[in-house]
């Protein structure tokens, strides 16, 4: 592996994955167990109280754990996932998850990602658990 992968992981991975891609999801920086991407908030995004709804913030967080989790080219997915909403996001903010490796064992690995606004107050706290296969990601 080298230092290119977790960057060619998510190109490849944003190719099909269209829900992030509805997010509009951009990249900020990846490294092995490590993923930083953002979005803005737009109006679509919002529920009945004119805030983010929490599933979009789920997503953007689950998007940021699926990227870092699988940063190593294995094919890793979610067993398990929590969140907590300390603060609402609104129209036109920008949200920057940020996820990264607690652990890493052979068939498992627990990652935290926090999803913040663009002045860094935290808008979701998300800690997920993913089994990894025997699968690469990047065809060899």
Same mark, same amino acid.
């Given at each position: 592996?080298?230092?290119?992968?977790?960057?060619?992981?998510?190109?490849? &991975? &944003?190719? /099909?994955?269209?829900?992030?891609?509805?997010?509009?999801?951009?990249?900020?920086?990846?490294?092995?167990?490590?993923?930083?991407?953002?979005?803005?908030?737009? #109006?679509?995004?919002?529920?009945?109280?004119?805030? *983010?709804?929490?599933?979009?913030?789920?997503?953007?967080?689950?998007?940021?754990?699926?990227?870092?989790?699988?940063?190593?080219?294995?094919?890793?997915? /979610?067993?398990?996932?929590? *969140?907590?909403?300390?603060?609402?996001?609104?129209?036109?903010?920008?949200?920057?998850?940020?996820?990264?490796? #607690?652990?890493?064992?052979?068939?498992?690995?627990?990652?935290? *990602?926090?999803?913040?606004?663009?002045?860094?107050?935290?808008?979701?706290?998300?800690?997920?658990?993913?089994?990894? /296969?025997?699968?690469?990601?990047?065809?060899?």
């Amino acid at each position: 592996m080298n230092n290119e992968t977790p960057r060619l992981v998510y190109k490849k &991975m &944003m190719s /099909t994955d269209y829900y992030s891609q509805w997010l509009g999801i951009e990249s900020v920086e990846h490294k092995e167990g490590y993923c930083k991407i953002q979005m803005k908030v737009r #109006k679509e995004m919002l529920n009945g109280f004119a805030i *983010v709804h929490g599933g979009v913030s789920f997503g953007l967080a689950d998007s940021a754990l699926a990227f870092a989790s699988n940063s190593y080219n294995v094919l890793s997915l /979610t067993l398990d996932g929590f *969140v907590t909403y300390p603060n609402s996001a609104k129209e036109g903010d920008i949200l920057i998850a940020e996820a990264s490796e #607690k652990t890493n064992n052979r068939r498992t690995a627990m990652y935290d *990602v926090t999803v913040r606004n663009q002045n860094g107050l935290p808008i979701a706290l998300y800690r997920a658990t993913v089994y990894k /296969t025997k699968k690469a990601v990047l065809e060899e």
